[in-house]
């Protein structure tokens, strides 16, 4: 069958000067478009530079985003894109410093972050003592993490890398996952503390991007907010967000539902004097429109007794 | 139609606008709504699960022996709810131990039926856009409009569009623009977060996001976006002139919510909707508006 | 320059293993790796790594096993440290943190794999190598063993005649560089990708084995490759884990009727019946999943199902797989003895890529994985041990300037009726089907015809991209370089071997030859030609 391929270039020997390269195929009917890139480089332009691993889907080294979409090129079938046109536009992940072409910088983009979270064990005794003896319902979970294959999708759909790149990602703090909830980790409370310091659990906005793009089902944001559970549990928590966890609580537990007035200024701290500067303008504002719920004024709302119970039952239960 | 209301708890605090608006809307629309006054807070993803569940079991719960199903006006309060309502629904086992350790002093039990929906869920799926469509008094031609979702109205797939056909969810908000009679000024970033989440957190990133989302919708030239989520509003309305100061750019876009937004297609005026509260001026929106009256 | 005591060329499992045990012993050790260590071949190893674990198990037991499937070619001191050591590095896994499959005791959970007597293979769901590949990963970066990923090693250094270290390439910088060492060791991985299809990643290519041989070490037993028997042929070949066949799996004809009963069957002998099978008239073999159960294939082989599905477009459940035989691993490769150490004084090799007398003439199913993880610790020490001797020579400044000129050279002018990837392809055909499951002294004449050929045509060619950065075109040259030199080792290794033994199986020879060929067969250069000896098998 007849296809464009029109492939994303950037030349780092040129300044990184970017183009588009179109390049026109006849492929046999069950290609991939990893045979036909790599029908390109052997037949019309072997400068074109991408990556192509074991080929048949298992290693996640070959993403880039195809039509747009990011996926596995080794798996993306040819039949299945050309049923919606002739051309086929390749272009690197979003999100990710670009090299060359198609091949970008895995290391700024993933490696370096998961290195970033001390990825290992410190294993608690020597082997001479044989295995430890593990319920399989402990380690199927964590087989089902270590499916990762590090295939970037998650960080590439994440909502907080374009804003901030520094941001560990999805599948830095899967890793991170993976180590504080090993039980055979001597001290799993290693990573939490690397992953709650800025850049880590606390910037993320739980928005499920990265569940909905994770091809393996291993639910990474479900897991950072296991994280953050675990951190709250420690006692180890980034000062505002236990301001703010703790005010919104008190205020759902008093009246059964939320005071934002109070919530904004127990966000801050109420002695953070610079912090409630901030909210002046807004607050003014706010006020000037009928907009601002005065603090500490707030209704309780019908039954809230019934909710005030729910929580000491559940403290309870915590204790 | 009716349904158990659930307003939420912004709608009548930092966004006071939109309760009025909504309750007038439905009015218009024949939607008959039954308040659930002794109702708790979802919880908005803050609180957590093992308080949370508990106190959504309870709303659900109440909702049931009202034999109505819920609507929102609010997609935080719709995505947690929704994620509490699969989680109870999905494990049996679960659920009787919530209704057990929780619901069962007041004379509770929450039986896994009730359904909870957004407004924007309710137009398509039990209204219909047919019935809709007679009711525009004053299609909003000539308007661009960008939509934002809030992502708790879009994921997790399995508690948001666990079918095939409930994927459409995640294009009701784009449809309806064009059904009102507006333009889309579509942006990248209409799935995506507001940034609400992590303003205590991080402020930094979270105004950026503010004026990413809105900075694009504005070079696309919209006049307006429109959001179905109070949280998203105070942070794209609210904060936006924080997220100039930050950015140092200009964007000056306003925001509406949801029910301001199709009250102005039945032919409300922009006063009846509460436009003069938000802290981005409406005005320039309200004399488009009066014109095409 | 780089300057190590040790210096590791591999990121895959048996690179990573050596290159922690050599740190851990002293040395200031550093690894080369062509692509990431995550994206390996190692990852995706399938089934299970193997150790004599259980009550009604024992060391002697498993070597027996090893023995048995090695065909009397395997050299039994060797055998003797895997089988006893094989235990350990399972235990030092697991408290690493492998998340192995339990049993419901809580102990490691064991398989019953290609002819081992009894269940001795431990698993981690069918991601078993990958799943180990990242615990050694996580392992190497807790050592803090600097890492340079995306450097092809284009040449080893031989200073009077001892090994002093490589030069390697970085795709992203575009430079060469050296690297001294004291120590080499070449963790490189196999040269299945001789032939087509087969079961290995694109890189898998026996960079190390020409290197090596180009420098003067011995390859032994290079004729012997084992087959895969369940390899769906389509593509790239995606291999489906034998423990599907000890699951209940069934292979079938066209009809749908079992062809052989599997269980306790080596491998070669599976891999025999299925093509047999399709040469003799029943057509195309398939396997049958459906035996297995829905929720055993998904609590056991989920990662099978997913590529059968993206890969194959089928429904494991529902749909028959078509297999046949295809090359998976080789077991020959640079001699060394039981410590890794080759015939070339200062290099060392480990894992597939290595011949150290373990495997004879056909691989125990499992063996693979605890041989890198037992050996990678074994001959990580030895080289440590070897660097803390001293010594070291710094390479002249000549080596590098030469080998940019060589680069260089490689990038004039060419012929243009050839590419890479058509001598690629007939290579990979020309093995397939005269150094494949079934050889001939007349085959393999034509097949060492085709490969002069081959040469002749690839000496003509040259390297079109001039760029040095990220330049595959420049990488897959060298690569096809590495395995032309190769092939025609393997044939006339294939072509020496007069008799059948293990995977080496001769139409014209089809009886084990005790009297003549218990012996391993090596294959080195001398004055710029290939010669062959024998060495006899040590049998202890």
Redesign the interface.
Known sequence: MQVTFKVYRKD??KDGKTGRSNYSLELPE?A?VM?GL??I???MD??L??R??????????CMVRVNGSSRLT??A?VPDYIKRGPEISLDPLRNVPV???L?FD?DAFM?NKV?AV????E??????????????S???D??KV??C??CGMCDEGC??L???FD?LGPAALTKAYR?AF?P??QDSRQQVKIVEK?KGI????????A??HCP?GIEP?KRIVALR?KA?NLGIS?Q??A???AS??AS?KGS??????RLAIE?EGLTNIKGLMKLL??AT??LA?????IPYMHSK????E??Q???E??EQ??K | MKYAFYPG??SR?????LYPSAVKVAEKLAIELEEL?????T??????Q??SD??NA?TFAKAEQLGLPIMTICSTCTGVMAQANYRLKEDPNYREKVNK??LA??GLEYKGTTEVKHLLWVLFEDYGIERLQPLIQRPLKGLKVSPFYG?YLR???EAITPTKELNRRKAYLDELIGILGADMADIS?KG??C?F??????E??SL??VA?HTGESKEKGADFMVTPCPLCHLNLD??Q??AEKQTGQEIDLPILHLPQFVGLALGFKPDEMSL????VSTSEVESKVNILS | MQEFDVLVIGGGAAGLRAAIAAKNAGANVGLISK??P??T?S??AQGGLNAPLAKDDSPENFAEDTLLAGDHLCDVDVVRTFTQQAA?E???L????V???????????QRRFGSNRCARSCY??D?TG??VL??LH??F??AQIPSFEEWYVTSLIVEEGTGNGAIALSL?G?KLEVFSARSVILATGGFTRLYLPSTA???TTGDGQALAYGAGAKLMDMELVQFHPTVFP?????LITEAVLAEGAMLVDQKGAPILDPKGMPRHQICLAIQGAMQNGSGAVSLDLKPIGKEKLRAYF??TQ??LR??A?LDATKDLVPVGPAAHRPMGGIETNGSGETSLAGFFAVGECACNGLNGAGRLAGNTLSEAVVFGKVVGEAAARRAALGGKMTPPAAKLADEEKRLAAVTAGGSAND????LHGELGSAMNEHVGLLRSEKGLQQALERIENLKARYAKLR???P?M?????LISYLELGSMLTLAKVVASAALARTETRGAHRRSDFAQRNDKEWTSHSLVSLRSGSSQLEKKPVANG
Not at chain 1, 52 to 61: D, I, K, M, N
Not at chain 1, 289 to 293: F, H, N, Q, T
Not at chain 3, 234 to 238: D, R
């Open positions: 780092p020997e069950d991939t045979d790599l029908q480089r052997d037949e072997s400068t530079a991408f192509g691993c074991c080929g048949r889907g298992y290693c996640g080294e080794c798996t079938k090299i060359k072409d091949v895995w490696w290195k001390k990825p290992w064990l294993p608690a005794d020597s082997p001479e003592g044989g295995a430890t003896l593990r319920t399989d402990e380690m199927k964590l087989r270590m499916s294959y590090y909502t907080v374009p804003v901030d941001f180590l090993d055979r980790n800025p606390w910037d993320c906005v739980h928005c499920y991007e569940d909905e393996r944001t559970d709250f980034h505002a967000v301001r703010h966890h919104f609580a759902v059964g539902w939320l005071d934002e007035g966000s303008p807004t504002k706010a429109r009928g907009k601002a719920p709302r019908p039954e809230a019934k909710i119970k729910i929580f039952k559940a239960e915590e | 708890c912004v605090g930092g966004c006071p606008e006054k002794s109702v708790g807070c919880g908005a993803g803050v609180l957590p093992n308080i508990p106190i309870r350790e929780f002093d007041e992502c994921r997790p797939p970033g995506k977060c940034g989440p992590i303003l205590s957190a991080n930094e990133n950026a996001m990413k609210g904060n002139p924080r003069k509260r938000h802290i | 692509i990431h995550l994206r071949n990852a995706i350990q399972i235990y030092w697991e408290r690493s943190g998340p192995f499959n339990r049993d419901k005791d809580g102990r490691l959970d981690a769901d991601r990958f799943i990242q615990v996580e392992q970066q807790r992203k575009g990643s694109f890189g389509k593509k790239q070949g995606l989920p990662q997913e590529l993206t890969v477009g590419t890479l990837a058509k390297v079109k991209n760029s950065v990220y330049n595959y075109e």
